[in-house]
């Protein structure tokens, strides 16, 4: 099973690339994305690059090419690739405490 975008950031490599809200990521740069933290696992290692993402939209299998953007990795000291993208959130689930994260939107 795939995720769904849920938010695109303005400006940003997803918004540059034409990536929706609603759009499943299917694979970055060849590599399978099955849950959000798969997309930071592609995108991270790869500021600057270009690479090709695969999405199902209304149905339908496109690929993209987007160019990903760099951002600083606090933890590093260096950069990393960001794409700005975050997951749909189920309304449903509004009234459960929040889960602590410490990675990064990519």
């Known amino acids: 099973t795939t995720w769904v975008v849920g938010a695109v950031t303005d ?3 997803a918004e540059k690339a034409g ?6 990521i299917l694979s970055i740069g060849g590599g399978e994305i099955s849950v959000f933290e798969d997309v930071g ?3 991270r290692p790869n500021p600057g690059a270009t690479l090709p993402v695969v999405l ?3 149905g339908k299998q496109l690929t993209v ?14 950069t990393r690739g960001f794409l700005g993208v975050g997951p749909y959130k189920d309304r449903r689930d ?3 405490p929040a889960r602590s994260t410490s990675r990064s939107l990519p």
Not at 19 to 24: A, F, H, M, N, Q
Not at 65 to 78: H, I, R
């Open 11 to 13: 400006g940003k490599a």
């Open 19 to 24: 990536i929706r809200e609603g759009d499943r």
């Open 41 to 43: 696992d592609r995108v």
């Open 56 to 58: 199902e939209r209304a």
């Open 65 to 78: 090419d987007v160019t990903l953007g760099e951002a600083e990795d606090c933890q590093s000291g260096g």
């Open 94 to 96: 509004e009234n459960l």
